[in-house]
């Protein structure tokens, strides 16, 4: 059985308090609000896309392979090495 850290079960109760609250019902009722809560969760997705961008150009400009073209190539060393064991067969 697994034990909830207290800073989990205190931040959940302070949440589900400020839930319960007029002011933060009021609050959450405002557009500016719902706006930024939303960009604020799209951030890490936005995040992480610009530094994948950013590795490959990096690695392009310094004449590295990307990632997907390390996949591309270990896929095609598979696809020969298997047809290089059917052919011996």
């Known amino acids: 059985m697994t034990k909830t850290p ?42 992480e896309g610009f530094t994948a961008e950013q590795k490959e150009r990096f690695a392009k400009a310094m004449g590295l392979p990307t990632e997907q073209e390390v996949k591309d190539m270990r896929r095609t060393i598979r696809r020969l090495e298997e047809e290089v064991a059917r052919l011996k067969r």
Request: glycine share 8%; aromatic share 4%.
């Open 6 to 47: 207290s800073w989990k079960k205190t931040l959940m109760k302070r949440g589900m308090e400020l839930m319960t609250d007029p002011r933060f019902a009021t609050v959450m009722q405002d557009e500016r609000v719902i706006k930024g809560l939303m960009a604020a969760m799209q951030l890490p997705g936005k995040v």
